[in-house]
């Protein structure tokens, strides 16, 4: 880890098989030049908003990472990032840490640098870990206020799903997934939907199916980003091994982000509203 952090104090440590970077920070939520073109269209009161907002992201590979980048950028002040890998040189074609200077480091040390970088005054816990069944209650995703899913596990998603639609563990304010982002080519197919509504996904069929067989069914509706479009590969590859494209990936991730900006958006409208 890097040791050239004037404005964020970083400290770590090993609880499991997983390790803790927090990023302990400045409380100064105040308008700064480096903020400023947010807050003219988000306003004062959505800014104050942002940077109390407390945001968990699972997965910072080709959609997770450019989520996480533009909710830094749009002024959240605290993220948890929860990815088990390492780069890879295969990240290298869309993901956001994965640099040829970066092979080989975890995605989340990554990650957290990059946010204290862009938004020093963002608290950023970073865990090197999965989310699966056995220690999804850990996370303790009630006291969260958004959690964005961007896992690839099929069974760990699905649980992740049933844990945030169930009214006694869901986040206070929304829970958004992605669905598959590979073998994606054109931006306008890149759409949101309620979950039952997504139509075309493999991976939305899959866990459609995989809900009926086991007789448990999300609480709650959630939305979703997806693509149709499903692009045949032009040469052989590694079995199990989908292509993909950076921009299709980062769309994913991009809209994420913007189902929760938005949603804060229309949050802060309705309050002031409400005081008129």
Not at 72 to 97: E, F, K, L, W
Not at 131 to 137: I, K, S
Not at 234 to 261: C, D, K, P, Q, Y
């Amino acid at each position: 880890m890097p040791n050239n952090y004037s404005h964020a104090h970083v400290r770590g440590m090993f609880r499991g098989s997983r390790f803790f970077y927090n990023f302990a920070v400045m409380t100064d939520k105040s308008i700064t030049e480096a903020n400023e073109r947010t807050a003219l269209v988000a306003g004062t009161e959505m800014m104050e908003r942002l940077a109390g907002l407390r945001v968990t992201v699972f997965g910072v590979g080709g959609v997770g990472s450019w989520c996480v980048e533009a909710l830094a950028r749009t002024g959240v002040g605290h993220i948890t990032i929860v990815d088990p890998d390492d780069v890879a040189m295969s990240n290298i074609n869309r993901q956001m840490p994965a640099l040829h200077s970066t092979v080989g480091r975890p995605k989340v040390e990554v990650v957290a640098e990059r946010i204290s970088d862009i938004n020093p005054s963002c608290e950023v816990v970073a865990i090197k870990g999965r989310y699966t069944p056995e220690n999804g209650a850990s996370f303790a995703l009630e006291c969260q206020d958004f959690v964005i899913d961007a896992i690839d596990s099929l069974s760990d998603k699905a649980d992740l799903i049933l844990r945030c639609t169930d009214p006694s563990t869901a986040p206070r304010t929304a829970f958004f997934s992605s669905m598959g982002a590979a073998r994606k080519l054109n931006p306008a197919k890149i759409r949101t939907a309620e979950f039952w509504d997504v139509e075309g996904c493999p991976l939305a069929r899959a866990l459609r199916t995989r809900f009926r067989r086991s007789g448990a069914f999300p609480k709650r509706k959630f939305r979703c980003v997806y693509s149709p479009e499903t692009l045949p590969h032009r040469m052989e590859g590694e079995s199990g091994v989908n292509g993909t494209f950076a921009h299709a990936t980062a769309i994913f991730g991009l809209t994420l982000a913007s189902m929760l900006i938005e949603k804060m958006y229309a949050l802060t409208d309705s309050e002031k509203s409400k005081q008129t």
